[in-house]
């Protein structure tokens, strides 16, 4: 995970450093001119100066005239030195230390924001980074020493703005169902995006846990929906609900809350159709189920190989029905990256999983700094 975006952000970090250096190096060649024509400039005043100084002594005084000449010799002289020094100060501070004004900035950001934009991250990511980045870097002087350094530390830091730190799902379903069972989840997300797996995943997870629960066939729009979870249920060794094919899935997901209610289970968790994100007819029965579940917690599930089309996703089903954590599957097959750093930021919410093989066991818990750390060491 991350294999590209990190090969091309390390491309771009000593770039920016080399691009940086050449534009210092022509700035210290035009000062080091400066200062040698400022240079010969005192020279030429300290002669001027000499000359009408023994020309006054020749004629043993000195007139008021040649007074006024000298003082004024003698300003201009200072402030030749003055202007010599504050140039030696500039050239001696630009050897030691960089700095990146605004439009050096806006250069460097759009070699980023294109290899960001390679790698799927979604343009409202883009945007907070450039922003976080901006004030972390601009007019701030930095030492040459550490410009790779700084640069990474940043780029780091505004990444890690854009990641939210996830609850622990465990620890919340025990402590909740303290207070009330069943404690009801619905997950939601388009065909394909390895939703049922994922749901079989978690309730793999709860029962290692001693946390029981029941699937609930909401699917009853897809062929053999219903039998891929039965398989699940089957294997774990867990029971589902289900009714017919055709039937409603409000109703499937009403019953095994009821079944949980009258049998002490802890969590019922609620398998629907893979709907399309952009069918309104679909979404509405969408709506449906939250209305009859009323879940405590709502999870949408993306693949995170298809880069910004998860965003999307994510984005239509969070304005649809107020989306609360969020779980990318096929993790491990994904080099870019894109919709794991957006996904959070588009939408607030937390990524809890990420899931990374086709095992029961194959959910790992989402780690910020790991995946920081994936990208940048």
Do not use: C, W
């Not at 398998?271 to 069918?279: I, V, Y």
Request: proline share 1%.
């Amino acid at each position: 995970m991350f294999k590209f975006l990190k090969e091309k952000l390390k491309e771009f970090i000593s770039g920016t450093k080399e691009e940086i250096e050449k534009q210092e190096s022509r700035e210290e060649r035009e000062l080091e001119k400066e200062i040698k024509d400022t240079k010969k400039v005192e020279q030429e005043l300290e002669e001027k100066k000499e000359k009408t100084e023994e020309k006054a002594e020749e004629d043993e005084k000195i007139t008021k005239k040649e007074e006024e000449q000298i003082a004024k010799l003698e300003e201009k002289e200072e402030a030749v030195e003055e202007k010599k020094e504050g140039l030696f100060s500039k050239l001696k501070k630009i050897v030691t230390t960089t700095k990146l004004d605004n439009d050096n900035f806006d250069k460097f950001f759009n070699n980023l924001e294109a290899i960001l934009i390679e790698n799927n991250v979604a343009l409202e990511a883009i945007d907070s980074l450039r922003e976080n980045l901006r004030k972390e870097l601009v007019n701030k002087d930095i030492k040459r020493s550490e410009f790779e350094k700084k640069i990474k530390e940043s780029l780091e830091k505004a990444l890690s703005s854009l990641l939210i730190d996830p609850f622990d799902f465990v620890d919340k379903i025990k402590q909740e169902v303290k207070e009330k069972k069943p404690y009801v989840i619905v997950f939601f997300g388009i065909n394909g995006s390895g939703k049922t797996t994922t749901i079989a995943k978690l309730a793999h997870l709860l029962k290692k846990n001693k946390i029981t629960s029941v699937l609930a066939a909401s699917d009853t729009f897809r062929a053999a929906s219903i039998e891929q979870l039965q398989i699940h249920a089957d294997r774990i060794g867990i029971e589902m609900i289900k009714q017919k094919y055709g039937a409603d899935p409000a109703a499937v997901a009403f019953d095994a809350i009821a079944h949980a209610k009258a049998h002490g289970i802890d969590t019922v968790l609620i398998d629907t159709a893979g709907r399309m994100h952009t069918k309104a007819d679909l979404m509405r029965e969408m709506e449906k189920i939250v209305r009859v579940a009323k879940p405590d917690l709502k999870i949408f599930i993306g693949e995170a190989i298809t880069g910004n089309d998860a965003v999307e996703q994510a984005r239509a089903f969070n304005d649809a029905v107020k989306i609360d954590a969020i779980i990318l599957s096929k993790a491990d097959v994904d080099e870019k990256g894109g919709a794991t750093i957006s996904v959070s930021h588009v939408t607030k919410k937390p990524i809890l999983f990420l899931g990374v093989g086709q095992e029961y066991g194959d959910l790992k818990k989402f780690d910020k700094q790991e995946i920081l750390k994936k990208i940048f060491d």
